[in-house]
């Protein structure tokens, strides 16, 4: 029942505010305390969820499941493991700061904008606790109706060209997703006799590895656009920069997570003979986007899109700890899924209160902030350095473990993205330097306010976590780890099989049946085996 | 209730005494006597429907041209569904544009009934006679506006191309009679399935012209190029009715044909209808995305939603047939809805349906645009909308049959309809007001067969599960 609330306590906030008659605008402050309400609400169910969750379980916890459409096989079935525990507290930490965040840079229809965010909030949720492919797929979809509508009407000038081409992009992807969701519902149906989108009966599939590949492409497809991948970032400075901060901060906080979120749960899992076969290419690709994205960061004279491409940057790295298919590399991934979070989620923020006092987000506009505003520096300062993977913040140990994963796996890898934590040192200060460091050169800005206690509010959780994520990763490392474990191991029991077949120099499109047969059974009863 | 033979044909009765009443209720009416004949029609559709549910699972026969089982009485009843909100809808546009009621009520009822005898008719001749009834109906409904030029220009293109198709429809009875010797499915599928490994070249003739004149009815590419013209020149909540009624019956009747007696030639078929079926989707939509004019854009969206309801079609395994049901349902509601909305926000001079007029809709009206904005969401297949469960289910029909390309396809295409949907809620939510005058007050009768069918719409997409099971029974009992 608590993991139904998380979900459906937002979207009774954004139903009860869509009642709520606030044509004048008079009700605004009311409309913001109620939303703010309830994502509070929701985030200490959250945290009620986390300590009630049993740490050493690698099983998934707090399982519902009612029929819903019995004909196929579909159950609303929810439940979650260590590594879907961890971003969902995220989402419901990071909702309150994003209202936060539009507390004063949001005028127009506050009501409508309160109720998109809340109900984001619920299908984000709903994403990372369904176990039904398909209660997954409606979720994934329905999440991007308020966001388009977030980037569209509250964005800044390239608005619309913005949501447009996140909306199309994102769905691009993700049908093909359905037509795999579907592939696979009707192969279980061939195997057993009846469709089932139930994730746990699917793994246990036999599938050929021609079909396989097929389908692993399908998926990761939609999650590379997702993530992003290099070369499908191509949306995702639009939609950072027209975003108003709020969409902005759920956006790289959250949504980014539901890619990569995606390969550990679906995508690798699902398709192990496939994920082997292509986890170097895609690895590939993460390390070209860690350098693609820290230079083109380098040369950003807005801000915003700065902060954009160094997502793409900072997401290689998950990437490579997922592909890693290590206990270091995975574990490193989703922790530096929260850290990124946490840490891009904070600039988008503070950049956010730049623009909302200037105006603009011209880094050449600034300079010499320190001496304006030295709160806002200071907290500026933690959450740079948390994100260039600074030593005691939570930068470093996501980095760090992905960085040792795919070292373990091959070396070759690290060496580039190293290169990646070198340049994200070199944007990251090299605009600090110039927005806070110097003297104040623009007089503009000679009479800015320094923090209130609202943004106080919303930039001090931050920082605590930045903090505490660098210095006390074992919070978060203990509950993650069984289920990390888990897929790993899952992953490993189809390695050999592929290290056996590549001598042969054939593809594997071309193993006789007979091979492919033992494989699949292995795979499957590897995870019976785990079931149990 | 009555003799058995009249059993099945109560719910055409119905509704062809409510249309006579209709027209009695001009007749008699006084000068500025003002009669809820609407009122009439939803009674009789309300017997119809209440006819059908009695019907259920008996599989009644009438005069043996009739078949009243449950796939008939399924598309009966989204029929009703259909007659029922064109009527909510029309009642303010009737009134704000001086048309008469008496004649526009009872051709809706007229047709309807044309609609519901062609779902129902087990005998190709009837079907041709239940064709023709709705046909004739709405090419008058398509010209009800008299003196617009558009109006009459489009019912007369609609009228040559659809005598035309008409023709070749007569023409695949003739030949289907020629080889098999009766006009009965029954029969003519019980020689078929007898001649199945013979390739008389005739009976593919046959095949072919039937083919030809469904594919008109339901505006398939190639057959499609009457559809953005009537749909456009028509009353936009005409369009509405004529977009998902006729499409209705033209695809059960459709269904019944190729999925019974011609079944055994299934392997003749089925590749020409699955490459109609892509031709169709990807024709709607890619030209979809160059109109400016929202009635000619869901013109084209129509067409594209006729290529997923062909690859039910096409996979034709118990998903597929049921698929169909249940699309025909979600998409009859939210498209008559759509336009619906079109027809609210029409003018008595103008009709504002150019996509400009919408700019900046939430800040006058935001209750409809909100509503409308479901409506598109569920036509671009977008979760949780009925249009997203009718497409899962006419995919998943697809992928099961083994047709990936086809379900490929249309997702794909479904991806860039979504482009033209948005296109809508771009000018709706993010742009300033433009200069169109829209009124300042819609019909309150109207945004309540709105709100009904959002209410439809979204019940449709979140509890599915029971219209689901009633449209796969609906299939297991015939074909």
Known sequence: ?532 | MFSPELDAIVPMLCVTLAALASMGAEAFRGERERLPIGGLGIVGLTGAAVSSVLLWNRSASGFGVIQADNFGLFVTLTLVAVGILTILFSAPVLERNGIPSGEYYSLVLFSIVGMMMMATASDLLVIFVALEILSLSVYVLTAIRRDNAAGTEAAFKYFLLGAFSSAFFLYGIAFTYGVSGSTKLSAVGAYLSAQALSSNPLILVAMALLLVGFAFKISAVPFHMWTPDAYEGAPAVVTGFMSTGVKAAAFAAFARVFLSAFEPFKADWAPVVAVIAALTMILGTVVGVAQTNLKRMLAYSSIAHGGYLLVGLVAANDVGKAAILFYLLAYSVTNLAAFGAIALLGARDRANDELRDYAGLWHTHPALAALVTVCLLSLGGLPPTAGFIGKWYIFSAAVSSGYYWLAIVGVLTSVVSVFFYLRVVVMMYMSERGSAEVPPRVAGIGMAALALSIIAIVYLGVLPTQVLNVAAASISTIF
């Open chain 1, 1 to 532: 029942m608590l993991l139904t609330l998380s979900w459906t306590l937002p979207l009774a906030g954004a139903i009860l505010l869509a009642l709520v008659g606030n044509a004048d605008g008079r009700k605004d402050a009311m409309i913001r305390w109620v939303a703010l309400a309830a994502s509070l609400v929701a985030f200490a169910v959250t945290l009620l969820i986390w300590v009630r969750f049993d740490p050493a379980s690698a099983e998934f916890q707090f399982v519902e499941r009612v029929p819903w459409i019995p004909a196929f096989g579909i159950d609303y079935y929810i439940g979650i493991d260590g590594i879907s525990l961890l971003l969902v507290v995220l989402t419901g930490f990071l909702t309150p700061i994003a209202l936060l965040s539009s507390w004063e840079g949001v005028e127009k229809k506050v009501k409508e904008f309160s109720i998109f965010i809340l109900l984001l909030e619920a299908a984000m949720i709903g994403v990372f606790v369904s176990l039904d492919l398909f209660l997954f797929y409606v979720f994934w979809d329905a999440m991007l109706i308020p966001m388009y509508f977030l980037i569209g009407i509250w964005g800044y000038d390239q608005r619309i060209y913005a949501a447009v081409k996140f909306m199309l992009y994102t769905m691009a992807g993700s049908v093909l997703m359905l037509i795999a969701i579907l592939g696979l519902a009707f192969m279980h149906q061939e195997a057993t006799g009846s469709y089932s989108f139930d994730l746990l009966r699917l793994y246990t599939l036999e599938i050929a590895p021609e079909t396989q590949r097929w389908f692993f492409l399908a998926f990761a497809v939609a999650f590379a656009i997702k993530v992003p991948l290099f070369p499908f970032h191509t949306w995702l400075p639009d939609a950072h920069v027209q975003a108003p901060t709020a969409g902005s901060i759920i956006l790289a906080g959250v949504l980014l997570k539901m890619g990569t979120y995606g390969l550990v749960r679906f995508a690798f899992p699902l398709f192990p003979l496939a994920a082997h076969e292509f986890a170097p290419w895609i690895a590939l690709l993460a390390v070209i986007g860690i350098v693609y994205g820290a230079l083109v960061a380098m040369v950003q004279p807005d801000m915003k899109k700065l902060v954009a491409y160094s997502s793409v940057s900072h997401l290689g790295f998950v990437v490579l700890g997922i592909c890693a298919m290590n206990i270091q590399g995975m574990q490193g991934a989703v922790y530096q899924m929260l850290a990124h979070g946490i840490s891009t989620g904070g600039l988008f923020l503070i950049v956010g209160m730049l623009s909302d006092r200037r105006h603009t987000r011209l880094i050449s506009e600034f300079g010499g902030l320190r001496h304006v505003m030295p709160r806002l520096t200071a907290a500026f300062l933690i959450i740079t350095l948390a994100s260039i993977g600074m030593p005691a913040l939570n930068g470093f140990v996501g980095e760090f473990l992905t960085m040792l994963g795919a070292y373990l796996w091959d070396p070759r890898f690290v060496v580039v993205a190293g290169l990646g934590v070198i340049l994200s040192a070199v944007y990251m200060l090299t605009m600090f330097q110039k927005v806070y460091l110097g003297e104040v050169s623009n007089p503009k800005n000679a009479a800015l306010q320094d923090l209130q206690p609202r943004e106080w509010a919303s930039v001090l959780p931050l920082c605590a976590m930045a903090i505490l994520m660098g210095v006390l990763p074992s919070i978060f490392l203990a509950p993650m780890e069984p289920a990390v474990r888990k897929v790993v191991e899952r992953m490993e029991s189809a390695r050999p099989l592929v290290a056996e077949a590549s001598p042969q120099a054939v593809p594997a499109a071309a193993l006789p049946a007979v091979d492919a047969a033992p494989a699949a059974a292995a795979v499957a009863a590897a995870a019976v085996v785990q079931g149990q």
